[in-house]
């Protein structure tokens, strides 16, 4: 069954460092991948997606994340990071490819340290 | 370009009571989705509509229902409610192959 594990479950870093949030995924084929933010009360945006071709796709707000398919992986990174960073970070992956309801991740809380 | 619209933002019911929460795509999205986002559980797939008909749902019993309206706007139902159900609940809604969901901000549901 699909599957995906972000193994942190809350990570905090100081304004200005960079950030890396892991993201681990189980599906059978190709996966469509997703990052997503939820600001506290708020619904989830989009950051940035990966559906097939180049495995360094750049998303909003300077965000970036590579697809490992060797490791099953689809990390979020950040090479500075801002105090309006300070969220829930998810990744998803579509449970049908292209159609379908997505299966999120636990979410990593991001703590923003000034 | 309106988003994903949800109505009502809060909403507070007792056990037992039914409650029915809208959800309103953007335009030109055919498919709309639902999730439950309770404290613990993460976010989890509820219901799939498309055209007007149900696609799929998620692991919930049945008096968890819904529809999708001519229009593309889609109602979820929750009946005989449980404690349990409260949570935040997610609408989505999308067009075209690559499944791209576009969230609304949320119904926070309280059962008391």
């Known amino acids: 069954a699909q599957s995906v594990t972000q193994p942190d479950i809350h990570i905090t870093v100081s304004e200005g460092a960079s950030l890396e949030l892991r993201c681990n995924y189980s599906y059978g084929a190709t996966p469509y991948l997703f990052w997503y933010v939820q600001s506290p009360g708020q619904g989830l945006q989009l950051l940035l997606k990966?559906?097939?071709?180049?495995?360094l796709v750049q998303g909003i707000k300077g965000f970036e994340a590579e697809f490992k398919r060797s490791q099953s992986s689809f990390n979020l990174r950040k090479p500075s990071v801002h105090w309006s960073d300070a969220a829930v970070y998810f990744c998803a992956v579509g449970a049908g490819g292209s159609q379908g309801n997505l299966i999120f991740g636990k979410g990593t809380k991001l703590s923003v340290k000034p | 370009e309106a988003g994903v619209t949800q109505s009502p933002t809060h909403l507070i019911k007792t056990r037992g009571q039914q409650a029915t929460l809208r959800c309103s795509p953007i335009s030109g999205h055919t498919s709309v989705y639902w999730y439950q986002q309770a404290l613990g559980l993460g976010l989890q797939f509820l219901l799939w509509?498309?055209?007007?008909?149900?696609?799929n749902r998620g692991n919930f019993p049945p008096r968890f229902s819904g529809r999708q309206f001519p229009n593309y706007s889609s109602e979820l139902n929750v009946n005989a409610l449980e404690l349990e159900d409260s949570a935040l609940y997610l609408c989505?809604?999308?067009?075209?192959?690559?499944?791209?969901?576009?969230f609304g901000a949320g119904t926070r549901l309280s059962v008391l």
């Open positions: 990966y559906f097939s071709g180049d495995t």
């Open positions: 509509y498309d055209e007007g008909e149900e696609r």
């Open positions: 989505a809604s999308t067009r075209g192959a690559k499944n791209i969901q576009y």
